[in-house]
């Protein structure tokens, strides 16, 4: 049997819409923490700021020198915004 695209679109938009609640939520639970950052270069929306991504794969934007693009950086989130977790790095 055929869905049709009327059915296909709600169902896909009400889907895309759990996906983002749920990850705007498992951002906001990372606000205050602390968390180890592969540092893969600079930002692609602000070069002046670096990005990494965590373990779990989560980007996270952060100011910092460019001497740590390959290196492991600690950070304190500050702010969860869709995708993308934005802080600034501390010594651990």
């Known amino acids: 049997d055929q869905?049709?695209?009327?059915?296909?679109?709600?169902?896909?938009?009400?889907?895309?819409r759990?996906?983002?609640e749920s990850t705007r939520r498992a951002g906001e639970r990372l606000v205050g923490h602390c968390v180890e950052v592969l540092c893969e270069g600079t930002s692609k929306t602000n070069p002046t700021r670096?990005?990494?991504?965590?373990?779990n794969n989560k980007i996270v934007v952060f100011e910092g020198n460019e001497n740590l693009i390959g290196e492991l950086a600690y950070v304190?989130?500050?702010q969860a915004n869709g995708f993308s977790l934005y802080g600034v790095p501390v010594q651990k």
């Open 3 to 16: 869905i049709d695209e009327p059915t296909k679109e709600a169902r896909n938009q009400d889907l895309l």
């Open 18 to 20: 759990i996906v983002n």
């Open 50 to 55: 670096l990005m990494g991504r965590t373990r």
């Open 76 to 78: 304190q989130v500050q």
